[in-house]
């Protein structure tokens, strides 16, 4: 039986996680963490959900805390806190005020809870995860974030609605930066187990504006309702339940990898990994030369905006939790 602890579960991805996390069979416990100041929303927020489980018959006990030693025997820890962006922002541009909340709270998880698995989402989230990486100093398979799994799961809707077939048909990957570089894998791209580009239909598929359609899709939802929040609340639980079964599901999430695709490695990025009870295992692949250049490029972005965050944290004395 499993305690997942919610930092930035006041936050409208991690409050909506804590509800979908709560109706994972072995999940006993969800803890709310929130920063010093929000004790009453969080009270608040406990009261609301164990209304729902009540309601809906579940049994997963809720607590909060904005004590880190609170963070202790947690098996995973989910990292939700930081700023949305706006409209008109890059996820890019949230990197070095993100990166302090983000390392300030991994350096807290590191102190209380060197055990657990670091689950992030807050964006730029591949950035992010390096950041949780450096600053927690847990095993590089013990750390890793939301990548490209939510933006593999708009491709599987968009070529399910154009084929007409149950989205459950449909196997497709988004591997690299979750941002405008990430790097369709129609390679790897199955409906009912036959390779896409068996099927003859494949010719007329509008593959460029499907990914237009994917990458533009966090920011239209911004621009029209304020935050994205069930796509990526449900892409967590996913992931959550895919761990605290033990599945051995093989999701695109953003791990560090080190040689696992061609030559190119020390970057944590969008690639398909085996999602375990001990962690994330990144697994090795080939690529085709396009889809090979476009994620060395998408890689090469990634690492290079990591370093830069680095070389600020590391010029400032204090991180701000
Ligand atoms: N990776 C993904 O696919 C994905 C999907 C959705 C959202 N996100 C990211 O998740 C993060 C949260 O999004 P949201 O919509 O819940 O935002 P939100 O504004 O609703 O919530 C932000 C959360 O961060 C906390 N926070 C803000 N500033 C803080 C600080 N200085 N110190 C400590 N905590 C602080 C808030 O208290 C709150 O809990 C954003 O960075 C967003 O871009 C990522
Ligand atoms: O688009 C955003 O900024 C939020 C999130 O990364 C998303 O893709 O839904």
Redesign the pocket.
């Given at each position: 039986m499993v305690k997942v602890t919610i930092i930035?579960?006041?936050?409208?991805?991690?409050s909506y996680a804590a509800h979908a996390i709560s109706q994972i069979p072995h999940v006993k416990e969800v803890s709310l963490f929130?920063?010093d100041g929000?004790q009453l929303y969080l009270e608040g927020l406990s009261r609301d959900l164990r209304d729902s489980f009540a309601a809906r018959g579940t049994n997963t006990r809720i607590s909060w805390s904005c004590d880190e030693k609170d963070l202790r025997g947690s098996e995973i820890i989910i990292l939700?806190?930081?700023?949305?962006?706006k409209p008109d922002q890059n996820?890019l541009d949230?990197a070095v005020d993100?990166a302090r909340?983000v390392a300030g709270y991994a350096e807290k998880i590191g102190r209380n809870a060197s055990e657990t698995l670091l689950f992030v989402?807050?964006?730029p989230?591949d950035v992010m995860t390096g950041v949780a990486l450096r600053y927690s100093n847990l095993p590089p398979h013990r750390v890793f974030g939301?990548g490209t799994h939510?933006d593999s799961m708009r491709l599987k809707s968009c070529i399910a609605e154009f084929f007409n077939v149950h989205v459950s048909e449909v196997h497709t990957r988004i591997i690299g930066e979750?941002g405008d570089s990430m790097v369709p894998l129609w390679s790897a791209t199955t409906i009912g187990g036959i390779q896409i580009n068996n099927l003859p239909a494949f010719s007329h598929i509008p593959k460029d504006e499907m990914m237009e359609r994917v990458k533009t899709s966090g920011s239209l939802i911004i621009r029209n309702k304020g935050?994205?929040v069930y796509g990526?609340g449900d892409a967590i639980a996913t992931i959550i339940r895919t761990i605290v079964e033990d599945e051995h599901r093989i999701l695109t999430v953003s791990a560090f990898i080190q040689k696992e695709v061609h030559d190119i490695g020390s970057v944590c990025i969008g690639v398909p990994a085996r999602i375990t009870r001990g962690g994330a295992f990144p697994v090795p692949i080939k690529l085709s030369d396009d889809e090979l250049e476009a994620f060395r490029l998408s890689t090469e972005q990634i690492r290079e905006i990591t370093h830069l965050v680095f070389e600020q944290l590391e010029s400032e004395e204090i991180l701000?939790?």
């Open positions: 930035g579960a006041t936050g409208q991805v991690g929130g920063r929000n939700a806190s930081g700023a949305p962006r996820r949230l993100n909340i989402v807050s964006n989230v939301l939510l979750h935050s994205t990526p701000s939790v």
